[in-house]
């Protein structure tokens, strides 16, 4: 059962709704105001029937939730790094590395 998907208003991330559709696609679905929050940006947003997608076939790997809770998790500490070390700068200290 493929899932919807639906694009943030705010940023236009794309990212995946706890709901499913069968084989037979969108017809007859009426989806109207569910309120989704964007996993990006924070944004709550109404959703209506036309909002909602099922992704096209990507070539390559399509990441999990896992492997995107990991690359964010090292985009945090590069970006905590990067804030030390300018506050370092700051105090005219080199750090080692």
């Known amino acids: 059962m493929p899932t919807l998907y639906v694009t943030c208003h705010n ?14 696609g969108l ?8 309120t989704h929050k964007c ?5 709550e947003a109404q959703y209506f029937t036309q909002d909602y997608h099922v992704p096209t076939a990507t070539s390559g790997r399509v990441e999990s939730g896992a492997d995107v809770a990991v690359k964010n998790e090292g985009d945090e500490r590069r970006a905590e790094n990067q804030v030390d070390m300018v506050k370092l700068a700051g105090y005219g200290v080199k750090p080692e590395g």
Do not use: A, M, R, W
């Open 27 to 34: 017809s007859g679905v009426l989806i109207s105001g569910l």
């Open 11 to 24: 940023c236009h991330t794309e990212f995946p709704t706890p709901i499913g559709v069968t084989d037979q």
């Open 39 to 43: 996993p990006n940006c924070g944004e």
